[in-house]
Nanobody
Framework: QVQLVESGGGLVQAGGSLRLSCAAS????????MGWFRQAPGKEREFVAA???????YYVASVKGRFTISRDNAKNTVYLQMNSLKPEDTAVYYC?????????????????WGQGTQVTVSS
């Protein structure tokens, strides 16, 4: 069992930055691929980024070059650094853990989820 707790969301102006954190419980953090997803009002949950056990990362095209995912295995924490934020980035952001070795973008494949943190970007 893995429990995930996100933090770091908030309100920011377009062009600004935020860093999301996701703290994981348990001693098996390094066994999981960690992902970030987001869901805007009236839209389906979408993949944002993921980082594998060895630190390999993958991003959705719309955030590539602006967002950076990283993990600190000593702290059982995964981060999402978000720069050059746009109003269309506004959503609830969720952290998730997947036991697969391969990075997957399908939210249905992820085993554990956090409660989400709101990110609002004003124009």
């Amino acid at each position: 069992q893995v429990q995930l707790v996100e933090s770091g969301g908030g309100l920011v102006q377009a062009g600004g930055s935020l860093r999301l954190s996701c703290a994981a419980s348990g001693r098996t953090f390094t066994s999981y691929t960690m992902g970030w997803f987001r869901q805007a009002p009236g839209k389906e949950r979408e993949f944002v980024a993921a980082i594998g056990r060895i630190g390999n990362a993958y991003y959705v095209a719309s955030v590539k070059g602006r967002f950076t995912i990283s993990r600190d295995n000593a702290k059982n924490t995964v981060y999402l650094q978000m720069n050059s934020l746009k109003p269309e980035d506004t959503a609830v952001y969720y952290c998730a853990a997947d036991s697969s070795v391969v990075i997957r973008t399908d939210s249905r494949r992820y085993d554990y989820w956090g409660q989400g943190t709101q990110v609002t970007v004003s124009s």
